[in-house]
């Protein structure tokens, strides 16, 4: 699973040919969750509640190169890595 972003811990990630919809896999330690892009609800899994404000943050702010990413993984292109949090 190609990686897009670390902060604090935070590893983000997307699958090629994941089901959808599009969303991306949030780990922190041991705990992983997945993220719809379009709301950033969790579909599934839990991260702690200081990280998933960081993702929720940071996905936000980073919502359309998100969706480019879910776009080329649909494509099987190569993932462009995205600017962490701050």
């Known amino acids: 699973m190609p990686r ?6 935070v590893v983000i990630s ?3 040919n994941d089901h959808r ?3 991306f896999h949030a780990t ?3 705990h992983e969750a ?3 892009i379009d709301t950033l609800e969790i579909l599934a899994g839990e991260l702690p509640r200081r990280p998933r404000a960081f993702v929720v943050e940071w996905a936000s702010l980073h ?3 998100l969706r480019a990413n879910w776009d080329r993984a649909r494509q099987g292109l190569p993932l462009q890595p ?3 949090l701050d």
Request: a negative charge; glycine letters at 4%; hydrophobic letters at 45%.
């Open 63 to 65: 919502r359309e190169a």
């Open 21 to 23: 919809p599009p969303h």
């Open 28 to 30: 922190y330690a041991e």
């Open 4 to 9: 897009i972003c670390e902060f604090f811990g």
């Open 34 to 36: 997945l993220f719809a």
């Open 82 to 84: 995205m600017v962490p």
């Open 14 to 16: 997307m699958y090629y």
